[in-house]
Antibody, heavy 121, light 107 residues
C-alpha cells in the first residue's frame, strides 16, 4: 500500500535551517510528482509547490521562493523540503502529498503524516 | 489566482442529519475540484475527486456535485466519526487553491 512517512517534529531557533524528509513506499516513486503543503497553527491548507520526481525540476508557489528548496534522493524514494533562515512565521505543519494522476495541475491522493516545525528563540 | 470560497465555516448537526457544504470558485474550473477530510491532528484525506467521484474505500454517505463555479459536498447521514474539517480544492490552474474549510461538529 502507498505510504508517505515524514521525519519527526523539529524545534529550531530563528535564522537556523531545517530539512524535512518524506519517504515513499508502495509505488514507483518517479512516476508521481510530489507536493508540499503548509498548515500554520489553527489555519487552512496552503500549497507550497511541487517537484517532478522524474526530472527533479521544482516549481515553487508565490511566497515560497528563495528560502525554500525541494529536492529528491530517488535511490531511497525520498523527497526533501529544506527551509533556511527560519522565521517565527514558518512555524507550521508541513505535509508532503503525492500528486494524483489525471490532471495537468496538482491534486493530492496520499499524504504524509505531517512534520511540525516550530521556530522559537 | 483562483479563489475558493467555502461555506459555512462551521456547523453543528445531530447524528443522522444530512449535512451540506458549498464551495464557490472565483472563475469557471469545470469539474476540477476535490474534497478532503481532515480530522484533528491528522493529515487530510481525499474523499471526492473530479467534483463527484468517490475515492476508493470512502463510505457512500459522502457525495459531491457541481461544475463550473458552484459545488456542493454532502454527508447524507452524519456519523460521529465524521467530525472533522472539510476542505475543497481546485486544480484547474496553478496555484491549486483550497477553500477556507468547514468544521463539522456533533450537536
Amino acid at each position: 500500500q502507498v505510504q508517505l512517512v515524514q521525519s519527526g517534529s523539529e524545534l529550531k531557533k530563528p535564522g537556523a535551517s531545517v530539512k524535512v524528509s518524506c519517504k515513499a513506499s508502495g509505488y514507483t516513486f518517479t512516476s508521481y510528482a510530489m507536493n508540499w503543503v503548509r498548515q500554520a497553527p489553527g489555519q487552512g491548507l496552503e500549497w507550497m509547490g511541487w517537484i517532478n520526481t522524474n526530472t527533479g525540476n521544482p516549481t515553487y508557489a508565490q511566497g515560497f521562493t528563495g528560502r525554500f528548496v525541494f529536492s529528491l534522493d530517488t535511490s531511497v524514494s525520498t523527497a526533501y523540503l529544506q527551509i533556511s533562515s527560519l522565521k517565527a512565521e514558518d512555524t507550521a505543519v508541513y505535509y508532503c502529498a503525492r500528486d494524483r494522476p489525471g490532471s495537468y495541475f496538482p491534486h493530492f491522493d496520499y499524504w504524509g503524516q505531517g512534520t511540525l516545525v516550530t521556530v522559537s528563540s | 489566482d483562483i479563489q475558493m470560497t467555502q461555506s459555512p465555516s462551521s456547523l453543528s448537526a445531530s447524528v443522522g442529519d444530512r449535512v451540506t457544504i458549498t464551495c464557490q470558485a472565483s472563475q469557471d474550473i469545470s469539474n476540477y475540484l476535490n474534497w478532503y477530510q481532515q480530522k484533528p491532528g491528522k493529515a487530510p484525506k481525499l474523499l471526492i475527486y473530479d467534483a463527484s467521484n468517490l475515492e476508493t474505500g470512502v463510505p457512500s454517505r459522502f457525495s459531491g456535485s457541481g461544475s463550473g463555479t458552484d459545488f456542493t459536498f454532502t454527508i447524507s447521514s452524519l456519523q460521529p466519526e465524521d467530525i472533522a474539517t472539510y476542505y475543497c480544492q481546485q486544480y484547474d490552474n496553478l496555484p491549486p487553491a483550497f477553500g477556507g474549510g468547514t468544521k463539522v461538529e456533533i450537536k
